[in-house]
Every structure is written in C-alpha cells, then in structure tokens.
C-alpha cells in the first residue's frame, strides 16, 4: 500500500506563488508516473501535470503552462508542483496520484493512489 500526503497549500494574492509537496510513504516505488490533479467546486477533477519517476519527462496542462512547474526528489520519495502567477481561477483543491504504470496519463482513472488534497485559495 501507498501513502501520498500532499501540503503546501494556502492563500496567496493573484500574481503570487505557492509550492506544493506530495510525499509518498508505504511500498517502495519503482519508475511510478505520478501527477497532480485539481478540482473546484462544482467542477470535475482536472489532470495539472505530470512527471516520470526520473524527472526528465514532464507534462502540464496548457492552463499551467509557463506557470507552474512539476518536478520530484526521488531520494526524498516526495513531488513538487511550483505555482508562479496565480490566478483567482487556480483556486482548488489540489491532490497528487500516482500511477503503476511508467507511461503519461492526464486520466483519473489510470491513477491507482491518491492523497487527501491540499487547499489553494488565490484571491483577487
């Protein structure tokens, strides 16, 4: 079994920034894809970004592009999503997930493990 506790979370003025950390306990991982999610209220849970478990392949959703950056520390088991230029339409609850699989996926459903979620709040 895995846990994921992401944290980081908070509330920040539009333009500022935020990092958010998941950090992963239980079964040692081994090339496991993970990504991070969001999801506003009355919204469906969205596919933010994603990264292989090296770190060299990464991919964001082109809302994030350019803004928000995914990166992980294998040694310390845990992933990173930095968050520059927040916008008021960023707030969401915001979980990360990963996969069994190697491969990108943006699909809820091909994620296998998911944290608890952490709160951003981007005031305008």
């Known amino acids: 079994q895995v846990q994921l506790v992401e944290s980081g979370g908070g509330l920040v003025q539009a333009g500022g920034s935020l990092r958010l950390s998941c950090t992963a306990s239980?079964?040692?991982?081994?090339?496991?894809?993970m990504g991070w999610f969001r999801q506003a209220p009355e919204k469906e849970r969205e596919f933010v970004a994603g990264i292989s478990w090296s770190g060299v392949n990464t991919y964001s959703a082109d809302s994030v592009k350019g803004r928000f950056a995914v990166s992980r520390d294998t040694a310390k088991k845990t992933m990173y999503l930095q968050m520059n230029s927040l916008k008021p339409e960023d707030t969401a609850a915001y979980y990360c997930?990963?996969?069994?699989?190697?491969?990108?996926?943006?699909?809820?459903?091909?994620?296998?493990?998911w944290g608890q979620g952490t709160q951003v709040t981007v005031s305008s």
């Open positions: 239980g079964r040692t991982f081994s090339n496991n894809y």
């Open positions: 997930a990963a996969r069994l699989a190697t491969s990108v996926a943006r699909r809820i459903d091909d994620y296998t493990y």
